[in-house]
């Protein structure tokens, strides 16, 4: 089969591998589609930087964000069966350890990222994919494959959200345009959220955040974003900010919006040292800073959303490219980025 490897910091290869063979509890499916993260660019680049011990470690098998088709399973298999459309966990764990034991698998203490940093599991940028049986969700028949590989990036949004805990009163500010934060607001608003507020640089992108379910969408190159946060809310500050952008010298702005006894929900990695970071404002406050990348059992929920009709992603597909074509996926994620949510590409 072919797969795609980062082979090198600044160098991407097809390559040809053998098709993965089940264990007794394993799944191999015939990918659909497979996003590309900006975490996967990074990689591509040798410039991802999140600190000792998650590095990636070359050739890295690149690619989480799937879906596909079951096509075979192992002989103690039982939820899955050949024909089945799934999705899967981006985080492998054993479910045996001390931490999968009290239910906190994003700590599994044998975890292993899907096609990203560390000793990795095999990524999805491949005709087929292999994985335990427990990580597999499967896809109704009402939801497009190409939809459900969009929940891995915005589950990470919702899971953020989820645990700052919101209801129909909750404001909500979204800082950046990404497929983790409007996916996640999209969660959100579906699960009745309140007044909710994007902001962001492109006018593209932030039609998208409408099409998802913004109440409001702030262009910050010509609004003041405070001016409208204080507008809004009364005067008051939201009741979460969820700053997605990475960008250090957004954070003060972020913690300044916030009311008092706020949530900061930052699904996000800075990938260094911050500096010059007044975080006096959240403490003086009593805010809540919540971290967020990501965790297992999400998928299930959004599925069900989808389900019910309540959440669509599609509009967060922008672009998409054949397999053959996988190189220039990646360039576009720099190139189109005026317009560009989630870049997709397809095997079939």
């Known amino acids: ?29 015939k ?15 040798g410039v991802l930087n999140l600190g000792a011990g998650n590095d990636p470690i070359y050739p ?33 764990f054993c ?25 990795c599991w095999p990524g999805a940028f491949a005709e087929y994919m292999m994985v335990p049986e427990r990580m597999i969700y499967k896809v109704p028949d009402c939801v497009p494959l190409d939809e459900a590989a969009l929940i891995e990036p ?10 700052a805990g919101f209801d129909p009163t909750t404001t909500l500010l979204v800082i950046g345009t990404g497929p983790i ?20 640089r492109k006018d593209a992108k932030l039609e998208i955040a409408r099409k998802l379910g913004a109440d409001i969408t702030v262009n910050l190159t010509r609004e003041n974003l405070q001016e409208v946060v204080l507008r809004e809310t009364g005067g008051l500050g939201m009741d979460i900010v969820m700053d997605s952008t990475g960008a250090p010298e957004m954070l003060n702005d972020a913690m300044l919006l916030l009311r008092g006894s706020g949530k900061l929900v930052i699904p996000a990695f800075y990938e260094q040292v911050l500096n010059g970071i ?16 990501g965790t297992p059992n999400m998928d299930g929920k959004m599925l069900s959303l989808m389900e019910s009709g309540k959440l669509n992603l599609l509009p967060m597909l922008t672009d998409r490219f054949p397999f053959s074509q996988v190189e220039a996926a990646f360039d576009a994620v720099r190139s189109r980025n005026d317009t560009r949510v989630k870049v997709m590409v397809d095997f079939s």
Not at 31 to 45: E, F, M, R, S
Not at 106 to 111: E, K
Not at 187 to 198: F, H, L, S
Request: hydrophobic share 40%; glycine share 14%.
């Open 1 to 29: 089969m072919k797969v795609l490897l980062a082979y090198s910091p600044g160098e991407l290869r097809i390559v040809e591998m053998e098709k993965p063979v089940p264990g007794p509890r394993d799944v191999v499916c």
């Open 31 to 45: 990918v659909a589609h497979c996003g590309v993260c900006a975490t996967d660019l990074a990689i591509k680049d």
């Open 60 to 92: 890295v098998r690149i690619g989480h964000e799937w879906s596909g088709v079951v096509e075979s399973v192992g002989d103690k298999a039982w939820r899955v069966k050949p024909g089945d459309r799934v999705i899967s966990d981006t985080g492998y």
């Open 95 to 119: 479910g045996e350890c001390e931490m999968c034991k009290r239910g906190e698998y994003q700590s599994c203490l044998n975890g292993r990222a899907i096609g990203t940093i560390g000793h």
């Open 154 to 163: 915005a589950s990470i949004g919702y899971y953020g959200l989820q645990r």
């Open 181 to 200: 934060s409007l996916g996640g607001m999209a969660c959100a608003k579906a699960m009745g959220i309140g007044k909710t507020i994007v902001a962001g």
């Open 278 to 293: 007044m975080l006096d404002r959240l403490i003086v406050k009593n805010c809540t800073l919540i971290g967020a990348a």
